[in-house]
C-alpha cells in the first residue's frame, strides 16, 4: 500500500477496516448480502488513486496496480480459490466452437465462395489457413474493421464450417472438460458478481458532462481536479485540430500533435488538467478557435477527475470481463442473462440495450470495447445471439436514426453489427416472423428519408449531403441482408409477415416512381446540373434488393399472385396523372388508335420507375411458374395494360431522343443518368425491365395499336404518314435517328427472349449468350468479362460455371493478361442487335464478326441467329412481326432507300429492317418444322409478298428487296439481302411441300445447297473486291507513314543505324576468318592479335547529321547514367561511409559500385549541350515536377526517355598492330624478372626525382637489397615507345565532364574536376560495369561475346576508350602515384604502408586501374610518350599474370571445403600440381590453412572460382584492344569456354604452370602475401570472407502462393510502436526485410528531411535503388533516391492470368515465375531508374503520391 499513503487521513481510515489479502477481502464480500454496494465501495477508494494522472499516466504501474488492488479480489470472490490455478485448468477446457476474432482494419479475410452461404461469411487468417477451404474458390480481402471471423458457425458454410482448431472434439476437450466444467459455486458467484459489473460499467459509460457521481462513490472528500477533454469528429483535419489545440493551450506544436494523435487513435483525451473554471476557459477557447464558417466547434468538455478515472476504469473492467468470459460459456450465458434483465420498476430498457443506444455519444475507444463485448458474449452463444437480435431490432429506428447524425464512421457503430444477426437464416426468418423486421426496416428508411421527400411525396435528392445519404444506404444494406438467403420452409406467419414488409416496403418504391421528373430544354442551355448521382446510387444499392424481393416472391404461385395484386395497385395509384390526361386519336393505314396525349419531348419524365419494373419482374416470374391465366382472379378490374407499358415506353423514348441530340442542353446530367440506365450496374431493374414490360404489352395488346402506340411515342408518326419532304437536314438527321432507335427496340421487343419466364432459356443459356457476345467484340480478361456481367447479391456472376462451354482460356506471356478467346461453335449465336451492346460495341462487334467471315472466305451477311421460342405467356408478341403496321414501316423504308430523292433513310435503319425481315422468316420457318401448315397461322411470308393495293405500294417487299441489291451503294448489304431472299425462297418452300412428310430436312438441304452456290458466286465478286482493298490498304499506309509524328520518324532512322555496327562486325569476321589465322585470336603477350576497327559514322539523334568518329573531331557523345550499385553485393546492408573512402581498391564483397549504363542514343557533344540548356530554361519558367534532378544534370534521353544523368564521350579504338618477329626477338629479352626490375628502377627514378625537388609524393618502400644498375630510369622504354595520342579539345572537355560525373555520383560528393580520386573512379566503374554484364551474361546462360544489346555494347566499347583517354587528361605524377599503389600489390619489393591485404581486395578492380594507369611509367617532362603496341602487349601480359597468380591465391586460400563437388581424376595433372602448391602455400601459413583438401577438389574450386574473373578480363582486354575472340566465346558452351579464355589471355589451361614458370620470381611475393598478419586475420572471420565464386544475388524467394505472404504480414508487428491499427507491411525484394511503410512512427531523418522506413531502408540495402512489394495491396513499387518512384506489376497471377492491384477482386494468386524473374532483370540489369522514369513520363498521375515518406 506504499504508493497510497501520499492520499490522507480518511483514507487510511477505511483501509485499516479492510482485510489485506485479496483472498481475505474476497471472503469479507462473501459475508456481504448486497454486494453491489460494496463493490461501489472498493472501487470508490481505489479507482481515483490508480488513474489520478490522466496527462501523462504511468501504464505499466496502473495495470499492476488495478490487478493487485481490484481484479485479483474479484478474482478470489469469483473462484472461491487461487484464480490462477482455477483460470489455468479452464484455459485447457475452454475451447470453444466459434472463432470469433474480431478483426482490425486492414486485416486479410477469406470467404469461400463454393460454401460460404453468402460473401459476407468470413475466416480468420489462421482458420482459413487450417480449413478446407483453402483449397477452394477462395477469395482474399482487406477488412474495413469491426467484422468477425464466422469460424465455427454451422449456418454460415455449407461445407467446412470448422478449422481444425474449431472443430468440436478436438484440442484436448475429451480429457479435461468433464472435470473442470464450472462447479456450481462458482456458477452461484458469478450470478452475484456479474449484474454489479455490468451495472457500474452501464452507469459510468452512460455519463453526461454535468452529472454527479453516484452518492455510493463519492466517499472522498471532493478535490478540485478537473480534465478538459477533446473528443474526436470526422469533420476536423487534423491540422486543424493542432492549430485549434496550439492557439488555445497556447502550446507546443509537438504537443499538439501528441494529443491530435492520441484523439484520434483513442476517440478523446484529456488537454488540460486544472480547476474546473481554468478548464471551463480551455474549453471554450478550443471550440472558438476551431470554429469557422464550414465547421461546428470541436466538441470539448469538462470532466471531473474521479468521473474521467471511473469511465476509464469502466472500461478496463470490460475488458476484464471479456478476458473471464472467453474461459467459460457458463460465463458468457450468465453475463448476457444479466445485460438483458430489465430493472424491476425501472422504465429503462435492459443494460445492454442502454449501452447500444448509448452508442453514438460515446468515443470511439469506448465503442470498441464495448462491441467487443458484445462479440464475445453474445455473438459466442447462439441462443444469446437470437434474444439480442431482438433488442437490437426493438431499437433499430432509433439507433439508425443516432447513427445517421453521427458522424463516425459505420466500422465503429454499433449498427454494424446488422450483418452479424441479419445473415444468420435463422434469425433472419425468427425476426421477420416474431419483430417483422422487414417492415421496421423500410419504415426507418421512410422515416429518415422525407427530407428528401417533394411536395408530390416523391423523392428528389437536390442538394443532398452525401455523408448523411451514404449513412443511409446502410439501412437499405441491411435490407439485403435480410433477405439474403431465401427461406426454405414458409410457415402461415412468415408469409405474413413478408407480405407486410413487401407492402411497406413498396412504399418506398412509390416515392421513387416518378421521382427527379425532368423537362426538355429548349433555347437555353440548363445553368447548373442538377444532382443525379444519389438517385442512380439509390438504384444500384437497391438493384439486388428487388431481384430479391421478386425472388422470395416466386416461391409460390399465391404468395406470388397477392404481392402482383399489390405491386398493380401501387402502379395504377401512381398512374392517375396518365388516365386522367386528354387523348388524341392517331391513325395509320387504316388503324386507328385512341391514346392519351403525352409527348416525351414537351411533358415531364422521369426514368425512375422502380414500381413498374417491380411489377414487370413479377410477370415474369408468374410466367415462369406457368400461372399468368391465374391473373384474372386477383387483379379482376381493368388490367390498363397500356397503362403499364406507358411510363417505360417513355424511357425508351428518351432514350432515343437523347441519342438524337435532341436533349443536348439538359447537360452531363441526363448523359449520365441515361448512361446508368443501360449500365450494367443498374441495367437489371431499369432499362431490361422496360424491354420486358414492353413485351407484356405487346403479348397482351393488339399488335397494330401496340404499334401506332409505339409510333405516337416516338413522335413518329408524322414521319410514316406522309412523304415529308422537308430540307432541314437537322430535322432529317433527328428523325433518322428516332426512327432507328425505334426499330432497335422493336427488334428487342420481338427477338430478346434470353429471360427465364419471357423464353425457354435457362439462367446458364442467358449468361453464356452475354458472355458470347461480349468475345464477339474481342477476347477479354477474365476480370473484363466479369465486369460486364450483372452481379448477385452474393457478388457473383456466375461466369465460372459457364465459360469454358463457349470460351478457350489463352495464357499470358511475360506481360499482358490471359484472355479468354470465343469458341468457334458459339459463332453462330452472334446477334449484332444484342439489346446490351453499346453503340460503339455494336459496330465493333460487327466489324470484327465480317472481317472474320471475309478471312474465312465467307459472305457477311450476319442474320439473327434462330430465337429461342417465347413461354406460351409471350407467345403474342410475334404478332409484331406479321401485323400491318410492321410491314408498312417495313416497305416503307425499303421504297425510300430505292427513291433517290428521299433522305429519310439510313443504311443502319436498313440493315435494321432486314433484321426484322429475318427474324419473321425465321419464325414462320420454325413454326413451319414444328406444327403442320395449315396450323401455322403466322404468315409473314405472306404478307411480306402481298402486294399493296394503293400505287404508292404497288410493290411487295421482296420485289423491293431485289430492287435495293442493284443499288451500288448497298454493297455491304447484299449478302444480307441475299440471305433474306434465300429464306422467303426455303418458307415458300416448307408452305408449298409441307404436304410431303420430311418437310423440315428438304428444306434445310435445298437451304444448304444455295449456300454453296451462292458462296461460289460471292468468291468471284471477293476476288475483286480484295484486290481493290488491298491496294487501297497500301495508299493508306504510305498515308500514315508519312502522318507518323517527328519522333517516331527519328526512331526509326536511329535503329536503322544503330543496327549497322553489328552488321559490319558480322561482315568483317566472315571476311577475316580465312586470313587470320589462329594466333590473331590472342589478347596478350608477343602473339597478340591485331585490333580490328571500323570506321565509325554515327547519327546524331539531335540534328540528324552524320559524322565520322575520329579523335581530331568534335566530339559525339552517348546519353548514360551513372547510378551506384549493390547488385552484384556479399554483404548487403553494408553501412557506406563515402565521403572518406579510398576507392582505388574495390572490397572482395562489391558492396557498393558504380555502373555506368547507356540507352545507345548518339548526340554531338554540342547537341546535346544545347539540349540540356533548352531543359533548363524550360523548367525555369513552368514549374517542373521533380520529373528528373537539373541540378544534378539529370535529364531523359530526347528519344527515349530513359533518365540519364551524363554523356559518355564517344572515342575510336586506337588500332595497334604487333610485328611478330619484333615480338618474338623481345621474348628473349624481356622476362618477368626483367620487367619487374624494369618498372621499379622506372619508379625509383620518379621517386628519386621527385625527393630532389620539393616533396616526396610517392610513398614507396623499397627493399634496398635491389641494385642492379642494368636497370637504370630510363631502359623502359628501349622496349618500343611512340607519341601520346592526341584528342580535340572538345573530346577532352567531354572526357572531363564525364569523370567529374563518375566521381560526384560514385562518391556522392560534390564536382570537382581536381579532386585525385576521379581517376580511380573512373577505372572503378569500368570494372563494375564489366563485372556486372559478366554477371548478367552468366545469370541469363548466354554467351560471352555476340549476345550483348547494342545499346549495353556501344556504351561498354565507349566507357573503356573514355577511359584510355581520362588518364591523358589528369597529371600524370598522380596516375603515377595511383599505379604504383595498384602495383604494390603485386610487385615484390614494392609495398606502401597502405598496400591492403591479399583478400580484402578486388583483383579484377586491381587489373583494370593497373592496365589503365600503366602508360603513366612513359611520361617525361619533356615529350609525351607512351609505349609502343609491343611494349603493351608485354606490359598487359605480365601486370594480368601477376594479378592472377594473387587471384589463385585469393581463390585457394578461401576454399569452401563443404561443396558437393564433380570429382575430376585425382592423378590428373593438374590435381598433382594443385596438391603441391597448396602444400607450398600452406607452410608459409604456418598451418592456417589445412592440408588435407584433396588435389582434385583444389583445382575444381580454383577452376569454378576463377572463371567470372576471366571472363571480365577477356570482355575488357577485348573492348580495351579490340582483338577477335576464339569462336567458343560466341557460343554458349561451358566446356569450350574455360580453353577459349585461356588461349586468348594468354594462360595455361593447368592454370599452376604460371606458378612454376615464374617461381623464383614470384616466391617471394607469395611469401610476403601469406605472411601477412592482416590477412591471417581476415581468414579467421568466417563470416565475412568473400569466396569465389562469388554468389550471384536474386531476388528473395516468394512463397507461391500469395495467402502465405499475407499470413506473414499479418504477423508483422511495427518495431516502433505497439498500437495495432492499420499498418502497411512493406517486403524489400532485395534482401526479405519487412518494413512499417507510409506511418510516422517509423520515419527517419536523412540530411533534416523526413523520409519513411522504405526509402530509408533502400538506402543501405539498394544504395537509394530498390524494389518492394506492398503485402496487402499486392503492388510492387520501384524506388530511387528520395523522391522517386513507380508502381509495377506484381509477379502473382490469379487463374486467369491476371494481377489483382489492391486486391480489389481478390481470386487465389500465384507466383509467376517468368514475370518474378523478369523482375529480377530489370534489377540485375540497372533499369530500375529508367522503369521510374518512363513510368513518370506516360503517368504523370502518380506525382500525387509522396514517395518520400514511402
Ligand atoms: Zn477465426
Ligand atoms: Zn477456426
Ligand atoms: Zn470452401
Ligand atoms: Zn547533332
Ligand atoms: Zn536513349
Ligand atoms: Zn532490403
Ligand atoms: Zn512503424
Known sequence: MTDEEAGGAERMEVSTELPETPQRLASWWDQQVDFYPIFLHHLAQFVPEIYFAEMDPDIEKQEESVQIS????????????????????????????????????????????????????????????????????????????????????????????????????????????????????????????????????????????????????????????????????????????????????????????????????????????????????????????????????????????????????????????????????????????????????????????????????????ARKILHELIFSSFFMEMEYKKLFSMEFVKYYKQLQKEYISDDHDRSISVTALSVQMFTVPTLARHLIEEQNVISVITETLLEVLPEYLDRNNKFNFQGYSQDKLGRVYAVICDLKYILISKPTVWTERLRMQFLEGFRSFLKILTCMQGMEEIRRQVGQHIEVDPDW?????????????????????????????????????????????????????????????????????????????????????????????????????????????????????????????????????????????????????????????????????????DPNTFLLLVLQRYELVDAFNKAISTKDQDLIKQYNTLIEEMLQVLIYIVGERYVPGVGNVTKEEVIMREIIHLLCIEPMPHSAIAKNLPENENNETGLENVINKVATFKKPGVSGHGVYELKDESLKDFNMYFYHYSKTQHSKAEHRQKKRRKQENKDEALPPPPPPEFCSAFSKVVNLLNCDIMMYILRTIFERAIDTDSNLWTEGMLQMAFHILALGLLEEKQQLQKAPEEEVT??????????????????????????????????????????????????????????????????????????????????????????????????????????????????????????????????????????????????????????????????????????????????????????KSTALTQHRGKPLGAETLDPLFMDPDLAYGTYTGSCGHVMHAVCWQKYFEAVQLSSQQRIHVDLFDLENGEYLCPLCKSLCNTVIPIIPLQPQKIDSENADALAQLLTLEQWIQTVLARISGYNMKHTKGEKSTVPVLFNQGMGDSTFEFHSILSFGVQSSIKYSNSIKEMVILFATTIYRIGLKVPPDETDPRIPMMTWSTCAFTIQAIENLLGDEGKPLFGALQNRQLNGLKALMQFAVAQRITCPQVL?????????????????????????????????????????????????????????????????????????????????????????????????????????????????????????????????????????????????????????????????????????????????????????????????????????INCLKQESTVVRYPRKRNSLIELPDDYSCLLNQASHFRCPRSADDERKHPVLCLFCGAILCSQNICCQEIVNGEEVGACIFHALHCGAGVCIFLKIRECRVVLVEGKARGCAYPAPYLDEYGETDPGLKRGNPLHLSRERYRKLHLVWQQHCIIEEIARSQETNQMLFGFNWQLL
Not at 448523359?671 to 414492353?694: A, G, N
Open 70 to 365: 481490484i481484479f485479483t479480489p474479484l478474482e478470489w470472490y469469483l473462484f472461491g480459490e487461487d484464480p490462477d490455478i482455477c483460470l489455468e485448468k479452464l484455459k485447457h477446457s475452454g475451447a470453444f466452437q466459434l472463432c470469433g476474432k474480431v478483426f482490425k482494419s486492414g486485416e486479410t479475410t477469406y470467404s469461400c465462395r463454393d460454401c460460404a452461404i453468402d460473401p459476407t461469411c468470413v475466416l480468420c487468417m489462421d482458420c482459413f489457413q487450417n480449413s478446407v477451404h483453402k483449397n477452394h474458390r477462395y477469395k482474399m480481402h482487406t477488412s474495413t474493421g469491426g467484422g468477425f471471423c464466422d469460424c465455427g458457425d454451422i449456418e454460415a458454410w455449407k461445407t467446412g464450417p470448422f478449422c481444425v482448431n474449431h472443430e468440436p472434439g478436438r484440442a484436448a476437450t475429451t480429457k479435461e472438460n468433464s472435470c473442470c466444467s464450472l462447479n456450481e459455486e462458482v456458477i452461484a458467484q458469478a450470478r452475484k458478481i456479474f449484474p454489479s459489473v455490468i451495472k457500474y460499467i452501464v452507469e459510468m459509460t452512460i455519463w453526461e458532462e454535468e452529472k454527479e457521481l453516484l452518492p455510493e462513490l463519492q466517499i472522498r472528500e471532493k478535490n478540485e481536479k478537473y480534465y478538459c477533454v477533446l473528443f474526436n469528429d470526422e469533420h476536423h483535419s487534423y491540422d486543424h485540430v493542432i492549430y485549434s489545440l496550439q492557439r488555445a493551450l497556447d502550446c507546443e506544436p509537438a504537443e499538439a500533435q501528441l494529443h491530435t494523435t492520441a484523439i484520434d487513435k483513442e476517440g478523446r483525451r484529456a488537454v488540460k488538467a486544472g480547476a474546473y473554471a481554468a478548464c471551463q476557459e480551455a474549453k471554450e477557447d478550443i471550440k472558438s478557435h476551431s470554429e469557422n464558417v464550414s465547421q461546428h466547434p470541436l466538441h470539448v468538455e469538462v470532466l471531473h477527475s474521479e468521473v474521467m478515472a471511473h469511465q476509464k476504469f469502466a472500461l478496463r473492467l470490460g475488458s476484464w470481463m471479456n478476458k473471464i468470459m472467453s474461459y467459460s460459456s457458463d460465463f458468457r450465458q450468465i453475463f448476457c442473462q444479466a445485460c438483458l434483465r430489465e430493472e424491476p420498476g425501472s422504465e429503462n430498457p435492459c443494460p445492454i440495450s442502454r449501452l447500444m443506444l448509448w452508442d453514438a455519444k460515446l468515443y470511439k475507444g
Open 533 to 701: 448521382e444519389a438517385a442512380i446510387a439509390i438504384q444500384m444499392q437497391l438493384k439486388n434488393i428487388l431481384l430479391m424481393f421478386q425472388e422470395w416472391c416466386a416461391c409460390d404461385e399465391e404468395l406470388l399472385l397477392v404481392a402482383y395484386k399489390e405491386c398493380h395497385k401501387a402502379v395504377m395509384r401512381c398512374s392517375t396523372s396518365f388516365l386522367s390526361s386528354s387523348k388524341t386519336i392517331i391513325q395509320l393505314c387504316g388503324h386507328t388508335v385512341e391514346t392519351k396525349s403525352y409527348r416525351v419531348s414537351e411533358d415531364l419524365i422521369s426514368i425512375h420507375l422502380p414500381l413498374s419494373r417491380t411489377l414487370a419482374g413479377l410477370h415474369v416470374r408468374l410466367s415462369r411458374l406457368g400461372a399468368v391465366s391465374r391473373l384474372h382472379e386477383f387483379v379482376p378490374f381493368d388490367f390498363q395494360v397500356e397503362a403499364l407499358v406507358e411510363y417505360p415506353l417513355r424511357c425508351l423514348v428518351l432514350v432515343a431522343q437523347v441519342v438524337a441530340e435532341m436533349w443536348r442542353r439538359n447537360g452531363l446530367s441526363l448523359i449520365s443518368q441515361v448512361f446508368y440506365y443501360q449500365d450494367v450496374k443498374c441495367r437489371e431493374e431499369m432499362y431490361d425491365k422496360d424491354i420486358i414490360m414492353l413485351q407484356i404489352g405487346a403479348s397482351l395488346m
Open 938 to 1123: 403466322f404468315d409473314f411470308y405472306h404478307k411480306a409478298s402481298r402486294l399493296g393495293s394503293s400505287a404508292m405500294n404497288a410493290q411487295n417487299i421482296q420485289m423491293l428487296l431485289e430492287k435495293l441489291k442493284g443499288i451500288p451503294q448497298l454493297e455491304g448489304q447484299k449478302d444480307m439481302i441475299t440471305w433474306i431472299l434465300q429464306m422467303f425462297d426455303t418458307v415458300k418452300r416448307l408452305r408449298e411441300k409441307s404436304c410431303l412428310i420430311v418437310a423440315t430436312t428438304s428444306g434445310s438441304d435445298s437451304f444448304k445447297c444455295d449456300e454453296i452456290t451462292h458462296d461460289k458466286e460471292k468468291a468471284e465478286r471477293k476476288r475483286k473486291a480484295e484486290a481493290a482493298r488491298l491496294h487501297r490498304q497500301k495508299i493508306m499506309a504510305q498515308m500514315s507513314a508519312l502522318q507518323k509524328n517527328f519522333i517516331e520518324t527519328h526512331k526509326l532512322m536511329y535503329d536503322s543505324t544503330s543496327e549497322m555496327p553489328g552488321k559490319e562486325d558480322s561482315i568483317m569476321e566472315e571476311e577475316s576468318t580465312p586470313t587470320v589465322s589462329d594466333y590473331s585470336r590472342i589478347a596478350l603477350g608477343p602473339k597478340r592479335g591485331p585490333s580490328v576497327t571500323e570506321k565509325e559514322v554515327l547519327t546524331c539523334i539531335l540534328c540528324q547529321e552524320e559524322q565520322e568518329v575520329k579523335i581530331e573531331n568534335n566530339a559525339m557523345v552517348l546519353s548514360a547514367c551513372v547510378q
Open 1375 to 1575: 596516375i603515377q602515384k595511383h599505379l604504383i599503389r595498384l602495383l604494390s600489390v603485386v610487385l615484390p619489393n614494392l609495398k606502401s604502408e597502405t598496400t591492403p591485404c591479399l583478400l580484402s581486395i578486388d583483383l579484377f578492380h586491381v587489373l583494370v586501374g593497373a592496365v589503365l594507369a600503366f602508360p603513366s611509367l612513359y611520361w617525361d617532362d619533356t615529350v609525351d610518350l607512351q609505349p609502343s603496341s609491343i611494349s603493351s602487349s608485354y606490359n598487359h601480359l605480365y601486370l594480368f599474370h601477376l594479378i592472377t597468380m594473387a587471384h589463385i591465391l585469393q581463390i585457394l586460400l578461401t576454399i569452401d571445403t563443404g561443396l558437393p563437388l564433380a570429382q575430376v581424376q585425382e592423378d590428373s595433372e593438374e590435381a598433382h600440381s594443385a596438391s603441391s602448391f597448396f602444400a607450398e602455400v600452406s607452410q608459409y601459413m604456418n598451418g592456417c590453412v589445412g592440408y588435407s583438401i584433396p588435389g582434385w577438389y583444389l583445382w575444381v574450386s580454383l577452376k569454378n572460382g576463377i572463371i567470372p574473373y576471366l571472363r571480365c578480363a577477356a570482355l575488357f582486354f577485348h573492348y580495351l584492344l579490340g582483338v577477335t575472340p576464339p569462336e567458343e566465346l560466341l557460343t554458349n558452351s561451358a566446356e569450350g569456354e574455360y580453353n577459349a579464355l585461356c588461349s586468348y589471355l594468354s594462360l595455361p589451361t593447368n592454370l599452376f604452370l604460371l606458378f612454376q614458370e615464374y617461381w623464383d620470381t614470384v616466391k617471394p611475393l607469395i611469401q610476403r602475401w601469406c605472411a601477412d598478419p592482416t590477412l
